[in-house]
């Protein structure tokens, strides 16, 4: 992309004619987004997609798999959340250059980096929400005979299911936000057309590449939401 | 009277619907703690018997009490639940056979009540058409609709979900109950009605219950014994309430039950119980109560009116008889167990008490 560095207007991909928009560099060329989605944005979008999916899903069961260890070896609660709280500070930018030298230009190094906010972020919530679960519950559940693992996969985890979704929500969007930035190593993501848009001066290019980072993550908060209003009835259901 | 009970059409268990209970010198010591929390604790009760364990806070009550079903461990002697030691049972399937409600109910906030009622017989592998109609027996057994069962925990009031802790306590039937301070958390009017209600409950279903509570008068209303312990896990007496009234074994007896035992053992005896005078022309405005009013209830009436008598009326407001004061006060110099022998139900129905 440092091939790209433009001098002076917009460089446009020289398709022939473009459109009064494109010329006067607006802000919202729709014809342009249409012509170049096939062989821009798409791409972008699925890549991008693709980071997301994979870090919030590794990271998922990552954390809480760490959660429910932390969580029979209370001990292990307090250096995992450092460490976690640690890695989240860490600036994106940063930890992907750092990744760089271990990992290369890679996808791996995204992920690496990616799943990693994932766990800081889902480790937390997941702690919490066991934590929370009610001490009577507890006693209640083993009084009338549930085994352990009764308890963890019928009472403590399904009570601690919105605070898992809430860090779910909170994870895509943080992870969707940041994928953009692994742009600097060479990974495809939305930040591509992003970068690629601001260097060149070329708004609508940015313009749109950052709108469908927007759409994709209030998207996928979305369906996070419905999903969590079916498995949770009970956390709305209170007294009229 | 007779319900339909599906719990007992196969037998979640081989116990009877109700077992006796028996502290075998039962002793509990922390690690690390030079004191006993229970200490060298014997005692049995009857089956369909509510045993009342009362004392001060610290006195090991709650203790004893989880011991029963293995919530902590025992330390040395035994507990015998049919007979059987709990000891050597696995303590999540020796659990699901005992009844468990405590103060916080502990309901499951993110299943139905239906869901939660349904617990104890899913674990014990139920079939969904017997979970589904004993949940509808037991919803009616503690005077609750049925469409209650699709809502959340979180929808009732506090004494409707009290009731579901019942509800799903007995949902196996099991043959004992342990109950820990079970209406701790009702405000006192909603108290007195869950109470009765239990009482009542109890009448039909005559299980055998452990009931723990720091207060002497709940534990004189609801126990057909008491075990009152002091600090340091010590049973201190352990006697039908009449008996800790009138007689209390020691000076921390004494002073537990209160000053005012002699009232409170009045309260336990009915104007109906007593041998009444003849009525024969009081005056007019001497005040009426009825066979069923305590005694206790009768004397505060007469201090009330300036009376020394009162007419006993029955249902139809016939007089039966005159309750004098001399009367009521020569009720508690009378030897123990001779007006308030049937102080509730299951001790005199079943038979299965023998003479302290």
Known sequence: MHAMLAAGGPVIPSFGKSSSCVQDNGAFCFDWIRDNWDSTFQPALISHLKLTVIAVGIGFVLALGLALLAHQRRWLITPLTLVFATVFTIPSLALFQVLVPISGLTVLTAEIALVGYTLSILFANIITGLREVPAEVRDAARGMGLSDRQ??????????LPAVMAGLRIATVTVISLATIATVITVQSLGGPIFEGIQNDFKTKYVAAGLLTVVLALVADGLLVITQRRLTPWARARRA | MEKKNTAQEEGASSYPSAAPLEFRNVVKQYPGSDTRAVDDLSFEVPAGEICVLVGPSGCGKTTAMRMVNRMIDITDGDILLDGKSVVDRNPPELRREIGYVIQQIGLFPHQT????????????????????????????????????????????????????????????????????????????????????????????????????????DEAIKMGDRIAILREGGILAQYDTPDAILSRPADEFVA?????????????????????????NGQPADTPRAKRDASLRDALSLMMASGHQQIVVVDDNDEAVGVASLELIAGVLKLPNGSVTAPKKKTASETGETAAP
């Open chain 2, 113 to 216: 009540i239906a869901q939660n009622i349904a617990t104890v017989p899913k674990l014990l592998g139920w079939d969904k058409d017997r979970i589904g109609t004993r949940v509808d027996e037991l919803l009616d057994l503690v005077s609750l609709p049925n469409d209650m069962g699709s809502r959340y925990p979180g929808q009732l009031s506090g004494g409707q979900r009290q009731r579901i802790g019942v509800a799903r306590a007995l949902a196996a039937d099991p043959p004992l109950m342990l109950m820990d301070e079970p209406f701790g958390a009702i405000d006192p009017i909603n108290r007195e009605r869950l109470q009765d209600e239990f009482l009542r409950l109890q009448a039909e279903i005559r299980k055998t219950i452990v009931f723990v509570t720091h207060d002497i």
């Open chain 1, 151 to 160: 308890i963890l996969f019928r009472v403590e985890l399904p009570i601690a």
């Open chain 2, 255 to 279: 002073q537990f039950v209160g000053v005012d035992r002699g009232l409170k053992r009045l309260a336990l005896s009915h104007l109906g119980e007593i041998e009444l005078a003849a009525s």
